[in-house]
């Protein structure tokens, strides 16, 4: 008999396999969600399920409570993050964690990365936001829903943790739908979307925006941000209302 949640849980394994596809994460570092907001569950890999053995039936759908709705394996020991993102981030279907090296470079020296340039500008108006230092309490608490609750505070009260960007001046709140990506300090990334594909590729473009800046950071050591004309033309042209990128 066929699932409930088939398509769902058949859009979070695509999703997924194309983390190693897209070279994001090695072994079993990487995770995958699709949500669906009218039923209110999300499909999401399994724990510690290598990709090249996955299959969709091992797909696992829980609950925005983390309540299991269906599926015989652990969820991804991260489903708590996903929830707690569902619950604070509107108008996203799907969301991507991963290990990716450049990344999570930047995410393990804590700072966000700057915008250089038309690449990154092409995706969001912003720099790429680090989080602070997750407090021990909070780790002690509930590690992986303080997460999430963390990366929401990053971007809707910024004051309430102490957010910074990378001069160390307080960060501004930011749309999430506008901004689908941030770096978890001493962590990693996290990217977000309308639905799961476009959640990996936005982490894949992260990745890509990350390598960029460290070589060009490595090229020349006095860089500037992109100019803000620059930034904006680039943004709204694929973005605005008066978007003409690609085809209609």
């Not at 669906?36 to 999401?44: C, E, H, L, P, T």
């Not at 943790?161 to 996290?190: I, Q, R």
């Not at 943004?235 to 008066?242: A, E």
């Amino acid at each position: 008999m066929k699932s409930a949640y088939q398509t769902l849980k058949e859009e979070a394994f695509e999703a997924n396999m194309q983390i190693p596809v897209r070279g994001l994460a090695i072994y079993t570092w990487g995770n995958v969600s699709a949500f669906d907001k009218d039923r209110g569950v999300f499909a999401i890999k399994p724990s510690g399920v290598p990709y090249d053995t996955m299959k969709v039936d091992d797909i696992v759908v829980v609950d925005l409570d983390l309540k299991k709705v269906e599926g015989s394996m652990n969820p991804s020991s991260d489903t708590p993050t996903h929830a707690e993102l569902y619950k604070r981030f509107e108008n996203i279907g799907g969301i991507t964690h991963t290990h990716s090296p450049h990344a999570t470079a930047w995410a393990q020296a804590c700072r966000s990365i700057p915008l250089l340039g038309t690449t990154h500008a092409d995706h969001s108006a912003n720099a790429v936001v680090c989080t602070p230092m997750i407090s021990a309490e909070a780790v002690e608490r509930a590690y992986e829903a303080e997460t999430g609750i963390l990366i929401a505070d990053t971007f809707l009260n910024p004051e309430k943790v102490g957010a910074k960007d990378y001069w160390g001046n307080p960060l501004k709140p930011l749309v999430p739908s506008e901004n689908p990506m941030v770096l978890v300090a001493g962590h990693g990334p996290f990217t977000w979307g309308a639905n799961a594909d476009k959640s990996v590729y936005n982490a894949a473009v992260l990745e890509e925006v990350a390598r960029m800046a460290w070589i060009t950071m490595q090229v020349n050591p006095e860089w500037k941000p992109l100019p803000d004309y620059v930034v904006n033309k680039h943004y709204q042209r694929k973005h605005g209302k008066n978007a003409y990128y690609g085809q209609k």
